[in-house]
């Protein structure tokens, strides 16, 4: 038996457009996928669309006690959005003030595109061809 993932991530319209078009490559989330996820399905945060997939091909952590610290101004540019709005985004991160460099951990995730016949092909790879007798 083979087990495979995706993560299923709610996401801005006009972020999922950035990412579709090759100007952003990185994903952030304050909360880790799951380490056998192998590709992410965007959904339109307001409305539940399907807008996508993309490929993740490493993930960075940031913050808490063992990563290596960050800062709003440093994930606005790996992220391409606004600090406001990256603010707006993680309200939690964002009442810890000073503090959440340390206490709180973000999750970059490299990212690429893939159409929805490249995420099957990724999740059937090496599964084993039926035999017709």
């Known amino acids: 038996m083979i087990t495979r993932s995706v ?3 709610k996401i801005r319209r ?3 457009q950035q990412i579709a078009a090759g ?3 990185f994903e952030l989330r304050d909360e880790e996928v799951g380490a056998g996820s192998q590709a992410f399905v ?3 945060a307001k409305t539940g669309e399907h807008l996508g997939n993309a490929r993740i091909l490493a993930c960075t952590i940031f913050g ?3 990563a290596s610290p960050w800062s709003w ?11 406001s709005e990256l603010k707006e985004l993680f309200p939690y991160a ?8 340390s206490e709180c951990e973000m999750y970059v995730y490299e990212i690429t595109p893939i159409s929805d016949e490249e995420l099957l092909r990724d999740i ?6 039926k035999r017709l007798n």
């Open 64 to 66: 808490g006690y063992d």
């Open 94 to 101: 964002d009442r810890l003030g000073a503090a959440a460099s």
């Open 7 to 9: 993560t299923v991530a």
């Open 42 to 44: 965007f959904v339109d």
């Open 124 to 129: 059937l790879a090496d599964v084993p061809k």
């Open 73 to 83: 101004s440093m994930l606005s540019k790996l992220v391409e959005a606004p600090v």
């Open 14 to 16: 006009e972020y999922w």
């Open 23 to 25: 100007g952003n490559r």
